[in-house]
């Protein structure tokens, strides 16, 4: 390996997750010798695609928001070939599919936001005003809000419980992967000006193409996959077969769970656990690529993948995503088959589990107060980042890479060993 002033890099990076492949790309971009060290044999960390019997499977199902400022800034869009999903979703209440959508975009759509069919006419108008809100202020406005629960927040802005419970909650459990919305306020509000302002989609290669892209971006000597870290040393790390490499700074761009193991005294949130189950059917149950989210919350929410993506099915078969909290065992399982089956309006008997994926810390819990973003300063040549020191979307890792990335130039290019900010 080639050493310069000694040391094998100027900074390592630990995790080629969408934090770690941000900060490696905005230091080589600065003209820094960066190593980003990779445990996994591919990039992408939790964005990640499987193929699995001839259909794309991402690791839980998730989706690009092309409102996030970081996707603007990094990504060739058209090179992922995205499809957009319908703007809003279908929610399953009483027994019908009900539409919720945003009528400044599908007026046709909108019926169903007449008064007394979603909701009555005290939640449309609360509705209204938190959209303009959240809409139109600046996002420095929406970070500087005092925090509280999103369930809290919901009442104080003037929804009756009726709604909360027939929308926000089946619909909002999907996003933070936890049903008590006690998830930050501040956290819901960027996520409903993110879901007003942009549209969510899927590239045609799946999710995986997103840290793909990122990772080909990057000179080839740059990053090294199949290579865990096992611990920080003063100046650098040990590799799992235990060889050293050195450099003046590390930072660990790990997940919440490797970087309290390799920096002893970080304070992490505990993660959320999600289980994804794919079903190959003979034909699409709903030919619209929607959303549908489920009022007696059986499952988190349910789509027809094939229905954004028809290249997802190699067969002609459609593909159904179906998202649970945790990980269900088999009598879950068939509750969520049965559910299946009402809610499309068809025997779901038939239908083959070709793929299940659970992932545990999917995501960071936010409890309020969640400060959006912390400083990545662990400790003098230490950075710790990643969504669990922003939030938890491609938006918080991606922007938490890129402020590391700062933070490391700011104390290389000034020689002033940072003072440890958030040891704990
Ligand atoms: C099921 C699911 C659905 C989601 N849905 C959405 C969505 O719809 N929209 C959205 O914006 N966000 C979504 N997210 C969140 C988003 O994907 C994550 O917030 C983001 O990808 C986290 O990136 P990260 O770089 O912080 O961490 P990670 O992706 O966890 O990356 C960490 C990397 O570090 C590596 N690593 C760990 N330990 C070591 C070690 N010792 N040595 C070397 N390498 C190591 C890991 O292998 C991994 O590659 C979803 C996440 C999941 C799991």
Redesign the pocket.
């Known amino acids: 390996m080639r050493k310069t002033d000694g040391r094998d890099a100027e900074v390592v990076v ?8 941000a900060c490696a790309a905005d230091l080589v971009a600065a003209g820094v010798r960066v190593m980003l ?4 044999d591919t ?5 990640a695609t499987d193929r699995v019997h001839g259909f794309t499977a ?8 092309t409102a ?1 400022p970081q996707v603007k800034r990094r990504f060739d869009l058209r090179a992922l070939r995205l499809r957009p999903f319908t703007p809003g979703v279908l929610v399953h209440t009483g027994g019908e599919l009900r539409r919720f959508t945003d009528p400044t975009r599908r007026l046709r759509d909108s019926r169903d936001l007449l008064p007394g069919r979603l909701a009555g006419p005290r939640d449309l108008v609360a509705l209204g005003v938190l959209s303009a809100r959240d809409m139109l202020a600046p996002a420095a406005r929406l970070r500087a809000r005092p925090d509280g629960t999103t369930l809290t927040a919901l009442a104080d802005a003037g929804f009756s419980p009726a709604f909360v419970e027939s929308f926000f909650r089946p619909f909002l459990s999907g ?1 933070f ?1 936890e049903d008590e919305l006690e998830t930050s306020a501040r956290f819901f509000h960027l996520v409903w000006r993110t879901l007003l302002r942009g549209t ?1 989609c899927l590239p045609a290669d799946g999710m995986g193409a997103l840290p793909a892209q990122l990772a080909a971006g990057l000179p080839r000597s740059v990053l090294r996959t199949g ?4 611990s920080l040393t003063p100046d650098g790390v040990v590799l799992a077969d235990g060889s050293e490499l050195t450099a003046a700074a590390t930072v660990v ?3 919440q769970s ?1 970087a309290v ?2 920096l002893p005294g970080l304070a992490v949130p505990s993660g959320r656990t ?1 289980t ?1 189950l794919y079903h190959a059917v003979g034909r699409s149950p709903l030919a619209e690529p929607t959303l549908i989210v489920d009022g007696r919350r059986r499952f988190l929410n349910t789509c027809v993948l094939t229905e954004v993506h028809p290249g997802y099915s190699s067969d002609g078969r459609a593909l159904v995503s179906t ?1 649970v909290l945790g990980t269900p065992g088999p009598a879950d399982e068939a509750t969520v088959r049965a559910a299946l089956g009402e809610v499309y309006g068809t025997d779901t008997g038939t239908w083959e589990t070709v793929h299940r994926v659970t ?1 545990q ?4 819990a936010m409890p309020p107060p969640w400060p959006l973003s912390r400083s990545t300063r662990f400790a003098p040549g230490r950075y710790v ?4 020191r922003a ?7 991606l922007a ?2 890129t402020r590391a990335a700062r933070e490391v130039l700011t104390d290389l290019r000034t020689s002033v060993p940072a003072p440890p900010r958030d040891g704990g």
Do not use: K
Not at 43 to 47: E, H, I, N, S, T
Not at 361 to 364: I, N, Q
Not at 385 to 388: A, F
């Open positions: 630990i995790g080629a997750g969408m934090a770690g492949l060290l990779e445990a996994a990039v992408g960390g939790r964005v991402d690791r839980g199902f998730q989706v690009l928001n996030y996003v992967l969510a290579t865990p870290v096992l761009a790990t997940g490797a193991r390799l999600v994804t998202s992932v810390d999917a995501l960071p980042c990643g969504d669990h939030t938890g979307s491609l938006q918080g890792a938490s890479g």
